[in-house]
């Protein structure tokens, strides 16, 4: 419904020459100066409700547009002011704030923060939608003190454990991290490191990763400690990856207390580490016996410093890749992976990720865990490793599980030179009934004909990972990430899948993004961004963010230092 301040006077005339008494529905001035009475309230919000959406839905949801404003304009401060006069009315109170939710008015901010003096089992409610439109409203710069304040003083005084206590925490945690301003920071890290019975521990996660979203270098000894905390009585329950996200986002000022973690000399991140492996003695003695302070510690630090990807960690990772505790130098030798390395030094991590391999047990365990590096290597996109894990398919002493996947990785980045090499290994392979896995290797052939065919033409790469075909869109993202480096088509096509529908695609497409867009990638920035928008709470995002976040965080740090 389109309209303008004209029609409005003409409806409030005509109103008055009718009746003398109500305003016409359509009429928002008139409605909002039915407001104050209370007979006639409930209706009168009814009624500028409509007039609202109808308004902002003609106008494309554009809450700028000319039309849309002048709606605002009349009704926003009337809304307001009513609920501030009636703190009694709750009904119509809280009709008045879901309003204001779809108005996201800076002007509507008084009643919003007297919403968040809510008042226990009378207004929570309100207290929720108020901090929910703060959350999803642009808080000009010089009111954010004050919402930061409110927010933090309706906070202080949630203690219990009930449903609304939980819905007020998360609706006032998610708001504090909407604001973009450091002064939230504080309050953020004190709900993130709290041990409370009456706090369920999901709060401690969630504010954990708003510290993220504020990118703020003074919740990093916070976030440090968030690596080791659990919930009380739950060491199984962590909140470990949501801290290292928000050490990841926070960028290079988290690398040297990573390297100091890492290297055993934070002596409070040893300490809650110890008491961390004091919990899981005294419910699983037998995983605790196995665990030491180096070996958590190593870990955490070593995942996080692999996700930053700073060259700066490549010798303290080399180090800790040497060490006997078989977690510590896998988690290191997977980490030097994702490191920006300079050219000279990249046959020391070639030779340092094979002897890790070479060290692993040949157990079941040791399976699994050579597997994983195996996939971390391809993921280099290293044609010097390339002979290597053929090497590992051709190896009929092997576990036939790590065969196999040797077999993919070598498919998924074979050039035509190497498509002829597996196509040699496929023909000396035994057939199934005599125990080999001929048919098996060979169910990679389509992707040795991808090969045959493209070969290193970028372009030709380009048109495969916009397949529709997950496997010919998998493997285009592969090549590209081995042959596409700089190429500015390459890297917009591999931005184009990471919103693709199959999640194998959108892995591919988003390690090889990493590898190639040496200088950072705004528009893969902006590409994940929308994601995390649309998706966040399914379950293709939780699947996804765990690498898409620490890529998004490389290449706006990329793009910032270049």
């Known amino acids: 419904m389109k309209m303008r301040h004209r029609g409005w006077t003409v409806a409030v005339i005509v109103a008055a020459l009718s009746f003398g008494c109500h305003a016409a529905e359509d009429d928002p001035e008139g409605q909002a100066g039915e407001l104050a009475d209370p007979v006639r309230r409930e209706n009168a919000i009814f009624n500028l409700k409509e007039v609202y959406t109808q308004t902002l839905a003609a106008n494309g949801g554009d809450r ?9 304009d009349v009704i926003v401060t009337p809304l307001t002011d009513t609920y501030l006069a009636f703190p009694e009315d709750r009904i119509n109170g809280l009709a008045i704030l879901d309003l204001l939710y779809e108005m996201q008015d800076r002007r509507s901010l008084p009643a919003l923060l007297d919403a968040l003096n809510w008042r226990t089992e009378v207004s929570e409610d309100h207290a929720i939608r108020a901090a929910q439109t703060l959350q999803v409203m642009e808080v000009p710069e010089g009111e954010r003190p004050n ?13 219990g454990a009930r449903t609304a206590d939980n819905k007020m925490r998360v609706s006032m945690i ?3 991290g909407s604001l973009d301003d450091r002064g939230a920071t504080e309050i953020l890290t004190v709900i993130a490191t709290k041990q409370d019975e009456n706090q369920n521990f999901l709060i401690n996660r969630l504010a954990a ?3 993220g979203e504020l990118r703020d270098p003074a919740a990093i000894p916070a976030l ?3 690596l080791f905390l659990f919930a009380p009585n739950r060491p199984d329950l962590r909140m470990n990856d949501v801290a290292a996200e928000a050490l990841i986002l926070i960028g290079r000022p988290s690398l040297k207390p990573l390297l100091k973690m890492m290297q055993g000399n934070d002596e409070t991140a040893n300490a809650i580490a110890k008491s961390y492996i ?4 005294a419910r699983r003695p037998d995983l605790a016996n196995k665990m030491d302070v180096r070996q958590v510690t190593g870990g955490e630090a070593s995942f996080a410093l692999g996700a930053l990807g700073f060259s700066e960690a490549l010798e303290p990772l080399l180090q800790e890749a040497s060490s006997s505790d078989t977690a510590r130098k896998l988690n290191a030798a997977i980490a030097l992976v994702r490191l920006q390395v300079p050219p000279a030094q990249r046959e020391r991590v070639r030779s340092t990720l094979k002897q890790v391999f070479g060290s692993l047990s040949k157990g079941y365990e040791g399976v699994r865990m050579r597997g994983q590096l195996l996939a971390a290597m391809a993921h280099t996109y290293d044609a010097e490793l390339m002979p290597f894990i053929l090497q590992q398919l051709n190896d009929k002493n092997a576990n036939p599980e790590l065969r196999l996947i040797a077999a993919q990785n070598y498919a998924l980045l074979a050039n035509k030179a190497d498509a002829a090499k597996l196509a040699a290994a496929i023909a000396s392979e035994n057939p199934s009934e005599a125990g080999g896995y001929r048919e098996k290797f060979a169910e990679h052939k389509p992707l040795m004909t991808l090969a045959e065919e493209c070969d290193t033409a970028v372009a030709c790469w380009v048109g495969k990972v916009g397949s529709a075909d997950p496997s010919t869109a998998r493997k285009g993202a592969y090549m590209l990430g081995r042959y596409g480096a700089g190429n500015d088509q390459a890297i917009a096509a591999l931005v184009g899948q990471l919103g693709s529908e199959d999640i194998g695609v959108r892995l591919a497409a988003l390690m090889a993004l990493d590898k190639i867009a040496e200088d950072g990638s705004p528009d893969a920035v902006l590409k994940i961004d929308e994601l995390r928008t649309r998706e966040e709470g399914q379950s293709v995002w939780t699947m996804f963010r765990v690498e898409a976040l620490p890529v998004q965080a490389r290449l706006r740090s990329r793009k910032e230092s270049g």
């Not at 700028?64 to 605002?72: C, L, M, R, T, Y």
């Open 64 to 72: 700028n547009n000319p039309e849309v404003e002048a709606v605002a």
């Open 174 to 176: 998610r708001a504090l």
């Open 224 to 226: 440090i400690r968030c």
């Open 278 to 281: 004091d919990s899981i003695k």
């Open 209 to 211: 990763q708003q510290l």
């Open 147 to 159: 919402v930061i304040q409110a927010l933090a003083r309706s906070l202080e005084r949630i203690t």
